[in-house]
């Protein structure tokens, strides 16, 4: 079974911080990484993906990715109340034709 | 506008009864997956289809039925025979070349 682990939280941060989501997988091969928020009753929205080792920035996120580590983190600069959400990782395993494996979420609650 | 589309939002039936969920896309999408959510887990892979008039199974997919008779459209039975299927049900696509999956707003089934 290729799993995908991710604290479940909550995580709470004060607003304007950094919050930092970490996730690991157990299938070395592993190519495609990917972020959802999904807020409580609503559906997972596409925020990252990232399929090189290294940083990818897009606004206030950053996806960090270590293959060697089998980690994948996502960072939200000067993090806001509307932030306030489940953050799902979703991982492509080898050999998969293009079916993900998600995470269970991590909580994120961003403090007034 | 391009997006997916489910239907109902939410649907209430009694137990013993066969029940459909719609999902739509106009994203031109070749592959469209079907997912099952429950409170504080991940998504459970259902069934995906990569191209009309196929599909296959995914993790969860007994009590379940699906048919892609065109491309924009993909629908799920939820048969008698599923033990458990009070859950949030999402739908997503993705594009050919391309493996970050987009969902729609989901159908949430209450069986009682």
């Known amino acids: 079974q290729k799993e995908v682990e991710q604290n479940s939280g909550p995580l709470s941060v004060p607003e304007g911080a950094i919050a930092s989501l970490n996730c690991t997988y157990s299938?070395?091969?592993?190519?495609?990484f990917f972020w959802y928020r999904q807020y409580s009753g609503k559906s997972p929205e596409l925020i990252m993906f990232i399929y090189s080792n290294g940083d990818k920035e897009d606004g206030r996120f950053t996806a960090q990715l270590n293959k060697a580590s089998q980690y994948v983190s996502l960072l939200i600069r000067d993090s806001q109340p509307s932030d306030s959400a489940t953050y799902l990782c979703a991982v492509l395993p080898s050999g998969s034709a293009r079916q993900l494996t998600f995470g269970s979420g991590t909580q994120l609650t961003v403090l007034p | 506008d391009g997006g997916i589309t489910q239907s109902p939002k939410y649907l209430f039936r009694k137990e013993g009864q066969n029940v459909t969920l719609s999902c739509e896309q106009n994203l031109n999408h070749d592959a469209m997956y079907w997912y099952r959510q429950d409170p504080g887990q991940g998504l459970r892979l259902i069934y995906y289809s990569q191209i009309v008039n196929d599909f296959q199974k995914g993790d969860i997919a007994e009590g379940y039925s699906v048919s892609r008779e065109k491309k924009e459209s993909f629908p799920l039975t939820v048969t008698s025979a599923q033990k458990n299927p009070t859950a949030f049900y999402l739908c997503?696509?993705?594009?050919?070349?391309?493996?970050?999956?987009?969902f729609g707003p989901g159908t949430r089934l209450t069986v009682t």
């Open positions: 299938d070395r091969g592993s190519q495609s």
């Open positions: 997503a696509s993705s594009n050919e070349g391309a493996y970050e999956q987009y």
